[in-house]
C-alpha cells in the first residue's frame, strides 16, 4: 500500500522560505508512469495546485506561484521536496504531497499524504 | 487552462441518492477528470476517474455506491444509499498542458 508522509516546520517567518519533504513508502518514486505533487489548501478554502515533478527532474508549476516555487526529487531517498520562497500570511495552508498517474491520456492525482499545517506568523 | 465549476453545496436524506456536478469550461468539454472526497478534519481520497464517454474507474475500496456519468461539459458524480459518512466535501479534479486544476467544491450535506 503506497504511503505519502509531509514533514517540515510548521511556522515559518514572513518573507522567509517553507520547505517541506514528502517521503513515499511501498513504492519506488522512479517508477514510470507516476508524478509526484504538492497541494495546498488555506484553512476554510479549496484545494490549489502548487507543482509536479517526475523523477528525472522534470518539473511544472502553477503559473500564480511559478516565481516562488521549486520542486526537487532525491530518488535514493524516495522523497521530493517543495520550497516556497517569501512567504506571507497568505501561504498559511494544509499542505498535501500526492501522487500522479500518468496512462492513456489520464494525468490525476491517485493517492495523496495526510497533510501538514504550516502557519506563517511572526 | 481548464475551468471547473462546481456548486458550493448539497443536501440530501440518510438513505437517498444525490448527484453532484462539475462543469468544464466549454472549450475543454471532452475533457477528463477525476472526483475526490474531503471527509471533515481529513485529507483527500480519490474516489474516480471519469471520462467524457461517461466511463469511469474507481479507486480501491471505493463503495459501489459511488458512480460516475457525463453529459457534454457536465461531470456527474452520484452516490446513492447515502450514509453519514459520506457527508464531506467533493472536489473535481482536470489538467492540460502540465497543469493542474480543481473545482471550488461541492459540500455535500446528509440530513
Known amino acids: 500500500q503506497l504511503q505519502l508522509q509531509e514533514s517540515g516546520p510548521g511556522l515559518v517567518r514572513p518573507s522567509e522560505t517553507l520547505s517541506l519533504t514528502c517521503t513515499v513508502s511501498?513504492?519506488?518514486?522512479?517508477?514510470?508512469?507516476?508524478?509526484w505533487g504538492w497541494i495546498r489548501q488555506p484553512p476554510g478554502k479549496g484545494l490549489e495546485w502548487i507543482g509536479t515533478?517526475?523523477?528525472?527532474?522534470?518539473?511544472y508549476y502553477n503559473p500564480s506561484l511559478k516565481s516562488r516555487v521549486t520542486i526537487s526529487v532525491d530518488t535514493s531517498k524516495n522523497q521530493f521536496s517543495l520550497q516556497l520562497t517569501s512567504v506571507t500570511a497568505a501561504d498559511t495552508a494544509v499542505f498535501y504531497c500526492?501522487?500522479?498517474?500518468?496512462?492513456?491520456?489520464?494525468?490525476?492525482?491517485?493517492?495523496w499524504g495526510q497533510g501538514t499545517l504550516v502557519t506563517v506568523s511572526s | 487552462q481548464p475551468v471547473l465549476t462546481q456548486s458550493s453545496s448539497a443536501s440530501a436524506s440518510l438513505g437517498s441518492s444525490v448527484k453532484l456536478t462539475c462543469t468544464l469550461s466549454?472549450?475543454?468539454?471532452?475533457?477528463?477528470i477525476a472526483w475526490h472526497q474531503q471527509q471533515p478534519g481529513k485529507a483527500p481520497r480519490y474516489l474516480m476517474k471519469?471520462?467524457?464517454?461517461?466511463?469511469?474507474n474507481k479507486g480501491s475500496g471505493v463503495p459501489d455506491r459511488f458512480s460516475g456519468s457525463s453529459s457534454g461539459a457536465d461531470r456527474y458524480l452520484t452516490i446513492s444509499n447515502l450514509q453519514s459518512e459520506d457527508e464531506a466535501d467533493y472536489y473535481c479534479?482536470?489538467?492540460?498542458?502540465?497543469?493542474?486544476?480543481f473545482g471550488g467544491g461541492t459540500k455535500l450535506t446528509v440530513l
Open positions: 471519469l471520462e467524457s464517454s461517461g466511463s469511469y
Open positions: 511501498g513504492g519506488s518514486i522512479s517508477s514510470s508512469g507516476y508524478y
Open positions: 466549454s472549450w475543454h468539454s471532452s475533457y477528463i
Open positions: 500526492a501522487r500522479h498517474v500518468s496512462y492513456s491520456g489520464a494525468r490525476h492525482l491517485d493517492y
Open positions: 479534479e482536470t489538467w492540460d498542458s502540465n497543469i493542474w486544476v
Open positions: 515533478i517526475y523523477y528525472s527532474g522534470s518539473t
